[in-house]
């Protein structure tokens, strides 16, 4: 057998294999997709029912994420609607603080249309831990004080850190974070009741979540 159908045999067992194991591939990832999927599902419902609870809505929040992409609010990043028997009983917004510390601060909030807030939970951040990393419920309750706190224009000066006039504690030796954190909310939720409110069918320009 000379040089080149030894090459060529090998070639074509080389080839059989990769065919082999993108086939295995294939297989193993169609059987478990559906499988994972489902768990990343319920793991975003559990996420978004800590800021809007379970007794809101009936219809599926999932499938009403729309992307905010707007130049007058680019710190908003999504939006989902909570519906009850065809009624929207309230929003979550999906926002980013772009002031923290150590960087952008990813926060997701549940408010009703009268503006009481009903929820926050921080989903990304890059804060010091053991000073800014308190704006997470495994370390501090500090974000659960937004639960059910009322926001309007009228009281708007009152969304700040008490440092700067407001209503928030700040943490010691740590300002800057809670501070984005509350900006980030107070801007949320003016968006939320000066705009989203006012004009909800405004809703049906921003493309649909992948």
């Known amino acids: 057998m000379n040089i080149s159908k030894i090459t060529l045999k090998y070639a074509l067992i080389l080839g059989l294999i ?15 997709k559906g499988r994972i999927d489902d768990v990343t599902a319920m ?8 800021v809007v609870p379970k007794t809101y809505f009936d219809n599926d929040v ?17 939006i989902y609607i909570a519906k009850k028997s065809e009624k929207t009983t309230a929003y979550f917004i999906q926002s980013t603080a772009p002031d923290g510390y150590s960087g952008n601060i990813v926060l997701l909030m549940g408010i009703e249309p009268n503006g009481n807030l009903l929820g926050v939970r921080t989903l990304e951040h890059k804060e010091t831990p ?33 440092k700067d006039g407001g209503l928030f ?22 968006w939320a009741l000066t ?16």
Do not use: H
């Open 169 to 190: 504690d700040q943490f010691t030796g740590a300002t800057i974070t809670p501070r984005a954190v509350v900006n980030n909310i107070r801007q949320s939720a003016k």
């Open 43 to 50: 793991q975003q419902r559990n996420l978004l029912e800590e």
């Open 195 to 210: 705009e989203l409110v006012q004009n909800p069918q405004m809703i049906d320009q921003f493309k649909d979540c992948k």
């Open 18 to 32: 990769a065919l082999l194991s993108t086939a295995v591939s294939t297989g193993v990832y169609l059987l478990t």
């Open 62 to 78: 999932l499938g009403s994420c729309k992307l905010l992409q707007l130049e007058n609010a680019p710190y908003l990043n999504r």
């Open 130 to 162: 053991g000073l800014g990393d308190k704006i997470e419920t495994r370390v501090s309750d500090w974000i659960l004080s937004f639960t059910n706190k009322l926001f309007s224009v009228e009281n708007e000066a009152e969304w700040n850190v008490k």
